[in-house]
């Protein structure tokens, strides 16, 4: 991380941290200054040496392994801009990251298990970016996408539309449409519908932990949460959700001062003038023992998204008897969390302890995650 923007980080959560003793401040003020973080998260995310180059262009990019150690090190393959919905100025864009293990004897790429002579399916992620619900692009999370990529999964990174043109649930039926594009094209990508899992930061893990909480919920609860009428074709699309971690995410919109419109933006009001769409936002009042497993990964020190959140989600969840883990991320605050490798290595050792072993042996899989580490 350039000491520029490393002076720059610290600076930033210095001066949202500096009021941690003020607890009804913290509760406020996670969705201020979302722009200023996503310019530097969008400038660093993909470790360019280029401090503010323009996203890319729509485009299909390779990055080939070693010859002599496919067996353990996969490459990549990048598709841009592709659709995964109508909806317009590019939010319904994707980009998919695909694993390469070798060329076939046509010079295609060949996503393919060579001991076993027979095309594979590849465990896939959903990644959702962050930015308040009101800024971010997929290609913020094009590190995260490479890394799981590298180690077997394929990746599949999303816009969504933003706040406030787009109030909520606009987003979360965004990472819904998503999940029933990656049914559709399964088998043009090899995608395995059997270990789907589902990745975001910030914003992002919001949407995630909210897609997976509810996904076991009854249509009357469900509702209050979408735009698609009950008999959507789409609904019967969804993949199960094998899986999620999310990064730094708030989960409780509860907590919010009766009259404060900091959230207005993008859930359409304060508290007390739709308590019901606090409720439907808010992952915590739908934690179950039949969620899904869940990894949070949180830095202690952030004053955007307070920490104690994700530690109260997870006290829901034992009240329960749901699976949800804390990873604490000591003295990081929002942004640093998330530049931060470890939330890297972390979320990638979720992943491959529970969607990486159903056609892989844990040494293969082992041998895979440990001649790829994660780069500060």
């Known amino acids: ?41 969008s400038a660093l995310a993909m470790g360019s040496t280029v401090a503010w180059a323009a996203p890319p262009v729509d485009s299909v990019v390779e990055s080939q392994p070693n010859a002599d150690s496919l067996s353990v090190s996969l490459g990549v393959r990048k598709i841009s801009g592709v659709s995964y919905s109508d909806q317009p100025d590019g939010a319904g864009l994707c980009d998919v990251f695909l694993p390469i293990v070798s060329k076939d004897e046509t010079g295609q790429d060949a996503v393919a298990d060579k001991n076993a002579g027979q095309q594979r399916r590849w465990p896939v992620i959903l990644i959702v970016h962050g930015g308040g619900w009101a800024t971010g692009n997929k290609w ?12 077997g999964f394929a990746s599949v ?5 933003l ?5 909520f649930p606009a987003q979360l039926d965004d990472v819904r449409t998503a999940m029933a594009w990656i049914s559709d094209h399964a088998d043009e990508h090899h995608f395995d519908l059997e270990r789907v899992g589902l990745f975001g ?19 009357s609860t469900v509702k209050t949460t979408t735009a698609w009428p009950k008999d959507d074709p789409r609904w019967k699309k969804l993949p199960k959700i094998k899986a999620v971690c999310a990064g730094g995410p708030p989960t409780n919109f509860q907590a919010m001062p009766l009259d404060n419109t900091s959230l207005a933006y993008f859930l359409g009001g304060s508290r007390r003038e739709i308590p019901h769409v606090y409720q439907a936002a808010s992952p915590i009042c739908f934690v179950s023992q039949s969620d899904p497993p869940l990894k949070i990964i949180h830095g202690e020190a952030d004053g955007i998204v307070p920490f104690e959140g994700s530690q109260e989600f997870c006290q829901a969840a034992d009240l329960c008897n749901g699976e949800v883990s804390l990873m604490a991320l000591p003295r990081n605050g929002h942004l640093l969390a998330f530049l931060n490798s470890k939330l890297t290595q972390g979320m990638l050792a979720f992943f491959v302890e529970r969607l990486g072993t159903t056609d892989q042996t844990p040494v293969q899989i082992q041998r895979l995650f440990n001649s790829n580490p994660v780069q500060p």
């Open 201 to 219: 930061y910030s914003a992002g893990g919001h949407l995630v932990s909210l897609a997976a909480t509810l996904a076991d919920e009854p249509w």
């Open 1 to 41: 991380m350039p000491p520029i923007f490393q002076l720059a980080a610290v600076q930033l959560d210095d001066q949202l941290d500096g009021q941690l003793d003020d607890q009804r401040f913290r509760k406020q003020r996670f969705c201020r200054t979302f722009g200023v973080m996503v310019v530097i998260l």
């Open 140 to 151: 913020t999370m094009d590190r995260h996408a490479r890394q799981l990529t590298k180690r």
């Open 163 to 167: 706040a406030p043109a787009f109030k």
């Open 157 to 161: 990174a999303i816009n969504y539309r």
